[in-house]
């Protein structure tokens, strides 16, 4: 068994990314990127696409690789150590625009898999917390359907509950109800507004400001690779204080 | 208010169903396609039928020797006659016995893999991995538990070539789905490796390389190592098809979408689960076409071991031809290998097709 990561003395934040940069090849497209996400607290990010939003919380689980700057998750420095970026994605759950579920699999294998082969959980104690999580997202009856016989809103409610069976201490959210439709994006924020009010860490990328404004601890607003504000919902919404904020909010709150 | 009427059901009009219906919308639906069926009944009737006619009608099924087949007609009674010859080759006679334990052991372990309702499947597959080539060696090979040994250079016939397809079948899909994964590999000496295997060994027709395998492998190896010709056979099939298998496999873990290594990885699944568990299970399903388009490809390519003197059944039926106690049976011996082979390569086919419709389970919604 591999010894365990080593963990920096300021275990007092959940995420902290001080001075990140990345490139893609000779494009910068994260710039100075400072956050720090205290334990139980819930972020926002929006902005414009292409602002980087998706990147940047990719970097955290390491689905993104960052060139400078430091990232360190619940403790643990994102470097090129294999070690500490399997800790840190066993600790970390992401929910995808696309949802992502595996096909060939049933729901309830789904949110069993990774529990079983990585936490080593055995598999009645899996299947047993895949169940309860099921009925917490409001689809148990959906365990032995597979993924294709589901619709959008269902489909990620099932994602959610995958992330959530490995226990995560911090939740991505990579704009959850972008693809899915009017209706459902309703079942889905609920499930997320729940998740929120039970005390999860939580870093939300989305265009729903409803969500934003109810949920949310602070908003942060990202365009160009940086990050232009940060504020809480009542004073981001009705007091923005850079131009470029206005102009966004102004676009996205008048439909 | 009037009340609804139903109306009644009425049957369809009679040219448009039952035969004459089928005919009229898919043969002479119009004066063209008319035209076209005349003609290609023709070319049928006067092709086909000379064939039937000649292989069945006169066809001389019953005798002993030559003089028992009639002019015009096909002679089959070489088949009778040499099909020991034709399914055991050299082996000798009186331990053909063991031949026959093989094919039934793997006739059994082939049918509890293929019908649907036995359970277990992967526990009877390692198994086999396992026990298969051990009984093969040690009853077909022999040396040992008082057994006569058999050199390998007397197998023949239908015994070799499900030998060697089945070795190449077997060990071809493991090292081509490794060989893919190298060749998608971040890590360049990895790719690199993978990649030259694989156009190298691509490159060459397998004649070739059944030619080299045959003469050049003993010059790289030491003094004490003589592997046989059948072994030499072996190594060059695997590795040829294996690079033809990397091909097909790479072909199907492109189409995966990148959500799903994204999703396994955020989940905490490292390279090799991700694999085992989310990617290779979607993307050689998407690819059985290919794959079993490779095995029967493999299954035919066996007979090029003519070359490197091993007689497989094409070669002993060729041999057949050349016996003088069968004369102008060359047309009938070919033919009679050809069916062989179609019905092995039909039957992987109608699997192949089983299959697909098996794990369709929820994949698509088609």
New interface residues.
Partial sequence: MAEAPQRTAAQDFAIEIAAMNKWYGAFHVLKDINLRVRRRERIVVCGPSGSGKSTMIRCI???EEHQSGDIIVDGVPLTQDLRNI?QV??D???V?Q?F?????L?VLENCC??PM??RKVPRAEAEATAMALLERVRIPDQAK?????LSGGQQQRV?IA??LC?MPKIMLFDEPTSALDPEMIKEVLDVMVELAEDGMTMICVTHEMGFARRVADRVIFMDAGQIVEENPPEAFFSHPQNDRTKLFLSQILDH | MTAFVPKPDLPPPPGSVGLAGWMRQNLFSTPLNGFLTVVVVWLIGSTVWPLVHWAFVSGVFSGRTAADCRKGGACWLFVADRLVFFVYGFFPRAETWRVDVVFAVSAAVLAALVIPRVPRKPAIAAAAFVGLPLLVTVLMHGGIFGLAQVSTDQWGGLTLTLVLSVVGIVLALPFGILLALGRRSRMPTIRVMSVVFIEAWRGVPLISVLFMASVMLPLFLPETVHPSKVLRAMIGIVMFESAYMAEVVRGGLQAIPRGQYEAAGALGLGYWRTMVLIILPQALKLVIPGIVNTFIALFKDTTLVGIIGLFDLLATVQATIMDPAWPDVATEAYLFAGSVFWVFCFAMSRYSQSLERKLQTGHRRR
């Fill in positions: 689980n390491r689905l399997e994605r066993r970390v759950g992401m995808f696309h992502n579920l595996f096909p060939h049933t898999l990774a082969w990585v359907k597979y993924p294709g016989q994602a995958r992330s490995m």
